[in-house]
């Protein structure tokens, strides 16, 4: 069960609502709440309880434990059940009265409404798409869940991480039959994507104790360095690892390794060039993913020609950069420049990468200290910045954010891929650490952790475009705060703006006009400063990834157009703390409910005294 994890709340006008109010004085300004509302969120909370109790890893996640020594079931069964849920829930909503619902739970209603049939829609198309890619899959997924996700404080955590271990050769096979039954019909992924699996999945079984010449393989030093650090007795520390080298030699290993025969089997079955539109030339898939990722109803043809204006409109803006530092030659040329001159780039070493990895987490801190500015609530759990684990660099993306622990016991952790440091120059650095970390993800997703009166479904649950969205207003966002001083690094800004206004192009000309991937690739390069890896990794992940890469630039649009929409209707009465206070405790909704909500305050705001 895939998840997004982040919290959705509150318009500002209705900010001081919480359970807790019912009982003030009808003269207080809170919104107070009703029996209806009172019926709702129990049946709120009933129902993310039973979505929840399909997933132990999401559960784990979550900081639940009752669960911990188990994985999710990938079956069609599973699947099933879930769907049911939602048509069951769906049915259950309509017993509730909207107009006996406060304006909060008004918004809930509508927002679990939008899911539930988001829920059922997906099931329809549940035998599309790829099961697993060089971006993601069980085979990446098991080892990166156990260390990003599995603490260990007490023995019974401990032991369980080795029965996860333990079942880890039937959540493979699972997962294997799944894809073994969409490549029966004809799904089966690109072939470029074949070795970097079958790559991912050895590293995973490289390593002691496979090999007792070897260090640790990235799972078993991640259980010794748990256990270090846990009030465990040392003879119970010994038992635990030593289960898990069983688990991991007679489970772990033949299981990887059946997965490894079955990709090396299917690589022989497909082709480079081919979007989503060979497996439904109905067209109908890829609308269905554009819906789920926008939460808009754009077709293909009104996103491409959104995004040829947006890449025209942002080559203009960097001319005027490239006249600013004097560079004299094409736009084409300066982006030659930029990606080959070794002034943007740290050294390929080890220094470089821990250069890079203290630069940035000075970027964090110097934002850090100026976000009073433009946010009246921040979060409370900490950043941190670290390299992408090695044994999935290779596979992985630029850069990524993992969310913190809701109870505090993990930070957030800002991602960036070292492998190779000519993919990760210098002049985007500002930009990337601000969408990844602050104000970008971790600030909004780390404060919706943060909001406990809220359904649960709400709190954990989201939408790309609002996410994305949200990452890449934040940002242009530090522009209007006097950062990105360095006209290079501007640029750079400018660079990762684009990159994604050309993915509206790119996407939807693989999927929906049935480009070639080398028509794709020549354009991305053509078009924009990323080195040609970049560009060929884009692409690769654009092809295995349908539609997921068109909702940043549409939620930042929206969220622009939003902001902009308040300053006109409020004048001097606009507050940009205000706006985001709107945004964050709106928190993760469809976009047309999140323009709903912006309109609400700019009434409630209008109507002020």
């Not at 393989?217 to 009030?231: F, R, V």
């Not at 780039?345 to 250069?355: I, L, M, S």
Request: aromatic content about 12%; overall charge negative.
């Amino acid at each position: 069960m895939r998840r997004y994890f982040v919290l959705a709340w509150l318009p500002f006008f209705v900010l001081l609502f919480a359970c807790e109010n019912q009982n003030k004085s009808q003269n207080d300004d809170a919104v107070q709440i009703t029996e209806e509302d009172a019926r709702l969120a129990a049946f709120f909370e009933t129902s993310f309880a039973d979505e929840l109790s399909l997933s132990p890893e999401w559960q784990t996640e979550l900081g639940l434990y009752d669960n911990n020594d188990k994985w999710d079931e990938v079956t069609p069964e599973a699947e099933r059940i879930e769907y049911e849920l939602a048509v069951r829930d769906l049915k259950n909503l309509a017993d509730f009265n909207t107009e006996a619902l406060s304006p909060p739970y008004q918004v809930s209603y509508k927002i679990f409404e939008y899911r539930a049939n988001q829920r059922i829609k997906k099931y329809e198309w549940r035998d599309y798409g790829y099961a697993a890619t060089q971006f993601g899959g069980v085979h990446t997924g098991i080892p990166s869940f156990l260390i990003n996700n599995h603490t260990i404080g007490t023995l019974k955590n401990a032991q369980d991480y080795v029965a996860r271990l333990e079942g880890a050769g039937r959540r493979m096979d699972q997962s294997g039959e799944r894809m073994r039954f969409r490549a029966e019909k004809g799904f089966v992924p690109p072939a470029f994507v074949f070795p970097q699996m079958i790559e991912a999945a050895g590293n995973v079984i490289s390593g002691y104790p496979f090999d007792s010449e070897a260090p640790d393989t990235p799972i078993y030093a991640d259980l010794k360095s748990k256990l270090a650090e846990a009030e465990i007795g040392e003879q119970d520390k010994e038992e635990i690892l030593a289960a898990a080298r069983d688990a991991l030699t007679d489970i772990v290993k033949p299981a990887y390794q059946r997965f490894i025969g079955f990709m090396t089997e299917l690589s022989a079955t497909t082709s480079d060039n081919h979007g989503v539109w060979s497996l439904d030339e109905t067209g109908g898939y890829y609308q269905s993913l554009l819906e789920y990722y926008t939460t808009t109803d754009l077709n293909a043809d009104q996103i491409h020609d959104l995004g040829l204006r947006e890449v025209a409109r942002i080559h203009g803006e960097m001319e005027t950069i490239k006249t600013q530092v004097g560079f004299e030659g094409s736009l084409q040329e300066f982006f030659g420049f930029m990606r080959n001159d070794a002034q943007f780039y740290y050294p390929n070493t080890d220094e470089g990468r821990a250069a890079y990895l203290e630069e940035a987490a000075a970027i964090v801190e110097r934002m850090d200290a100026r976000l009073d500015d433009i946010f009246a609530v921040k979060p409370k759990a900490g950043l941190v910045v670290r390299r992408v684990e090695p044994f999935r660099e290779r596979a992985g993306g630029k850069a990524f954010y993992m969310r913190s622990a809701p109870d505090g016991s993990r930070p957030g952790v800002f991602y960036a891929n070292l492998m190779d440091m000519t993919q990760m120059p210098k002049y985007q650095m500002e930009a990337l650490v601000y969408h990844e970390g602050i104000p970008g993800h971790h600030m909004q997703i780390a404060i919706a952790n943060e909001l406990e009166d809220m359904p649960r479904f709400r709190r954990y649950t989201g939408y790309t475009a609002y996410i994305e969205g949200w990452g890449l207003y934040t940002e242009y966002l530090p522009k209007e705060m006097g950062f990105y001083q360095d006209p290079y690094s501007d640029f750079g800004r400018l660079a990762m703006e684009l990159w994604r206004a050309c993915r509206l192009v790119v996407d939807t000309g693989l999927h929906h006009k049935r480009w070639t991937k080398e028509e794709a690739t020549a354009y991305l390069f053509k078009n924009t400063p990323n080195p040609e890896d970049d560009v060929v990794k884009a692409i690769e992940r654009y092809l295995v990834f349908p539609g997921q890469a068109t909702a940043y630039k549409i939620g930042m649009l929206k969220i622009l157009e939003l902001r902009d929409q308040a300053q006109q209707n409020l004048g001097d009465a606009f507050d940009i703390r205000e706006f985001h206070d709107v945004i964050l405790r709106s928190g993760s909704v469809p976009l047309p409910l999140l323009e709903d909500l912006v309109n609400g305050y700019i009434a409630e705001r209008q109507q002020a005294p």
